[in-house]
């Protein structure tokens, strides 16, 4: 107890002294650096797949208001057109600590090349940096939040941060001053509206755009393959993802549904726990955990229906991507899923987390041709816009405020 007491004093001091120091750098006289008409952007962020990655940083080099993308990271960055990958040597990594190292690579690149954009994905630590540093050199600073409010809500201590989900409960001052931070970034790119909103309702009034990342649209196609797979559900298999909901439904709708099968496609902390409660369930034959895989879209191809049993979510990648392919989706009606997912048109959003109402959706998608190639064909068509050439449009039009 005394320990989670002590940290959270910490990080209200260490958020404190950040918030000083931007105002006070804000208070300098620092020329406002003039960009170019192509636009030079640093960006760093932790990324746990090259999926992920490429889905938002392939758009926006595409841009045509982009020059170059300086990607700092210390995990290998996929080969992308117009986008240059930076790392911290060994020794720093090894000496300061993969983040410490990443995030002073990133401030003495910034400090020294000034940048047209500083950019950070996630708010904790990377968006702050990137905000600070943006200050620092008189440049405009992009916070992507790709976590959904709760990258701030309760002063970030239900992330994947490892330092301020140390906190294990809300802390409203933290949270507070995180907002405060964030109302100085110059443009603020969410994945859905969840974020947006909440960002509005507690008085930040910076550029906001939404951004869920741009896709292959010749990758994530129908295809033909036969479809082995009744449900499928992509993720990191964390608490949140609510992974044993999916499985307790599978074993209920298996009394409605025929010889019902079921692909999950991830790894993370909870993989072993998962498939030991597979396992207890009696679903080790028609559920199959295949981990961590590159080939995505085939996996997609090979599955009739995408599911999320979240309890916290924005507008997930899986779901854009296998929407793409064709695949009705039943989710949780939580976060920025609602963005894209209709009720009754190209899946289904459930209210509870319950294992109950999810079995009854399998059953009733699955055992019925007719809605399934409806809610098919409706799930292709909203996708159109989320290609890599409609998204970069996109940027192109954020873009055109920051350049000559």
Known sequence: MFKIVFTRYILRLFVLIYYVTLKGITWLPIKRKEPRKKLNVLITGTFYSDNWLVTHLKPLAMSDKIAVVKMVSVRKVPDIENVKAIYPSKNMQ?????????????????????????????????????????????????????????????GGYNTESKIFNKLKTPDDLIESILIRSVNNANIIVSMGTGA???FKSRGVVQQFEIVPGGFDEIHFSPGNLIKEYDLILIGRLSNVKRVDIFLHAIKIASQQVENISAVIVGDGP??????????????????????????????????????????????SQALIQAMMVGLPAVVTNIGDLSDLVVNSNNGYLVDNLDPKDFAEIFAEIINNDSTYNTYSANAYSATRKYSYANVSKQWNNILEEQSE
């Open 94 to 154: 090894k000496y300061l600590g993969e983040v410490p190292a990443r995030l002073l690579l990133f401030a003495w690149i910034a400090m020294h090349e000034k940048p047209d954009i500083v950019a950070g994905f996630h708010l904790l630590l990377n968006g702050l940096v990137a905000i600070l540093m943006a200050k620092a050199i008189g440049t405009r600073s992009l916070y992507i939040c790709g976590g959904g409010p709760r990258e701030v809500m309760g």
């Open 196 to 198: 947006v909103d909440y």
């Open 270 to 315: 909870d993989y072993e726990k998962l498939n030991n409660l597979s396992i207890e369930l009696g679903l080790e034959q028609q559920v199959n955990f295949v981990g961590w895989q590159s080939n995505v879209a085939q996996w997609l191809q090979k599955s009739k229906v995408f599911v999320l049993t979240s309890e916290s979510e924005g507008l």
